[in-house]
């Protein structure tokens, strides 16, 4: 299992990653709603938000393992995470990364009550 970074999950640093995930969540579902054929390239960029905070809050440097387990990640979170990246225009898709960004900041915060 590949750990949490204590510093990376502070509650300053997860609240100002995930104000970014706001203002991304409201343009794709503005893009969703309106049938935007941009909420790919949207989605696309969240999900690289998502991967680059996961990979930043663990002790590693590499690139994500779908192989790996990370401990900042929520439960069944990379299988989650594949799903979402197999078909980024899709509702569904949205639905979970908000999902996931949702229970990873949730995730932070029982791991710094816990360190």
Same mark, same amino acid.
């Given at each position: 299992?590949?750990?949490?970074?204590?510093?990376?999950?502070?509650?300053?640093?997860?609240?100002?990653?995930?104000?970014?995930?706001?203002?991304?969540? +409201?343009?794709?579902?503005?893009?969703?709603?309106?049938?935007?054929?941009?909420?790919?390239?949207?989605?696309?960029?969240?999900?690289?938000?998502?991967?680059?905070?996961?990979? /930043?809050?663990? /002790?590693?440097?590499?690139?994500?393992?779908?192989?790996?387990?990370?401990?900042?990640?929520?439960? /069944?979170?990379?299988? +989650?995470?594949?799903?979402?990246?197999?078909?980024?225009?899709? &509702?569904?898709? &949205? +639905?979970?990364?908000?999902?996931?960004?949702?229970?990873?900041?949730?995730?932070?915060?029982?791991?710094?009550?816990?360190?």
């Amino acid at each position: 299992m590949i750990e949490a970074h204590k510093e990376k999950i502070s509650k300053e640093a997860v609240d100002e990653w995930f104000a970014i995930w706001e203002t991304q969540e +409201r343009a794709i579902h503005e893009a969703h709603h309106s049938r935007d054929k941009a909420v790919k390239a949207l989605m696309e960029q969240a999900i690289v938000h998502y991967e680059q905070f996961i990979q /930043n809050a663990s /002790n590693t440097t590499d690139a994500l393992q779908v192989s790996e387990t990370y401990e900042v990640l929520p439960i /069944n979170g990379m299988e +989650r995470l594949q799903f979402v990246k197999t078909r980024p225009g899709q &509702y569904a898709c &949205y +639905r979970q990364l908000d999902e996931l960004f949702i229970e990873t900041k949730k995730r932070c915060a029982r791991l710094r009550l816990k360190k």
